[in-house]
């Protein structure tokens, strides 16, 4: 926990800095980063001052409603001191950026909205952001930017409270890199949550050795897929030869982040379409019974369990299964 607490702090300095959101005025305006966000949200797409609301583009509704945003509903929002709000306001009307009115369906409440002058700052400000970070990625791969997204939202996600992803989740076939990943989130994974050691992961580096080995009608017959979410990988599953009539489903990973998005049953949906369309007339999987979420995956894919004994492996006692289903 320290050590997470300590690199959260260092990349919001960090994050700062590369942004200059200390100086006195942000990106080269009169405004303040306070102030900057205050026009920002009172220029979004459904609030009555934003261009989208002036060209008759409908209302987001809740805060922005054609009557403008409401001053309450923009301080909670922001989380803003209602006196400090409140001279910023003032400031803006000044300026000729805001104007205020008593809401029509609720006369206690004050509404907000931009002027045209008002329209004209939030652009200019939205302009410049955009310049800003477009200039900061500009020099990244479209695989680092893919890393990045993926990152940001998984920041989000768990400083934000959320539980799962509310993304579909991609799958998309194997890149240069993600052999290694999959060895690594196996080996990490599966120590983290189930204590097994490293010959765990030595069954999955040959897996992989042997899937990548593969040459002739077996290699057209085999096939891997890594999951992602909103480009970050969180998931994988491989499709390879038991034999002539048999495909095998092996290397099923989910991360837990992305547990609770469907990322397990589109990996093995993939997997079984794939075996049918290889001509294979069965697909069977070797698991354990300590894998209950994967375990409720394979029966509602319409496996079947053949076998079950007591193994130790991997440095644990555990029970093996073999599970089986025809395919069409």
Not at 283 to 295: E, G, H, P
Request: one cysteine or more.
């Amino acid at each position: 926990m320290p050590d997470a607490v300590t690199a959260v702090r260092e990349f919001s300095r960090f994050y700062t800095d590369v942004l200059g959101l200390l100086g006195g005025a942000l990106l080269e305006t009169p405004y303040s980063l306070t102030e900057a966000r205050v026009l920002f949200e009172l220029g979004q797409p459904g609030s009555a001052g934003s261009a989208s609301s002036a060209s008759g583009a409908g209302s987001a509704g809740g805060a922005g409603t054609a009557g403008g945003v409401g001053a309450l509903d923009l301080r909670r929002r922001l989380g803003l001191d209602p006196g400090y709000l409140s001279r910023i306001l003032a400031r803006f009307e000044s300026a000729g950026l805001v104007e205020r009115e008593r809401s029509t369906v609720d006369a206690r409440r004050q509404m907000l909205r931009l002027t045209p002058l008002g329209r004209e700052a939030f652009a200019d400000l939205d302009a410049r952001s955009t310049a800003q970070v477009s200039g900061l990625l500009a020099a990244a791969s479209e695989a680092e930017r893919r890393a990045l997204v993926g990152a940001l939202g998984t920041a989000r996600a768990v400083l934000g409270g959320e539980k799962r992803p509310t993304r579909r989740p991609e799958l998309r076939p194997l890149r240069p890199g993600d052999l290694g990943w999959v060895v690594q989130r196996h080996g990490l994974r599966y120590a983290e949550e189930y204590g097994w050691d490293a010959t765990f992961e030595g069954l999955v580096a040959r897996i992989v050795a042997d899937y990548t080995e593969s040459a002739g009608p077996t290699a057209a017959r085999q096939n891997a897929w890594i999951a992602e979410l909103g480009g970050e990988p969180v998931g994988c599953v491989f499709c390879t030869q038991k034999d002539d009539d048999t495909a095998q489903l092996r290397l099923l990973l989910v991360e837990p982040a992305a547990r609770g998005a469907g990322v397990g049953t589109a990996l093995v949906d993939e997997c079984l379409r794939f075996a049918a369309s290889a001509g294979y007339r069965e697909i069977m999987l070797w698991t354990n019974d300590v894998l209950v979420a994967a375990r409720r995956i394979y029966e509602r894919a319409g496996f079947r369990l053949e076998h079950e004994g007591a193994r130790p492996n991997f440095g644990a006692q555990l029970t093996e299964q073999i599970w089986r289903r025809p395919l069409p």
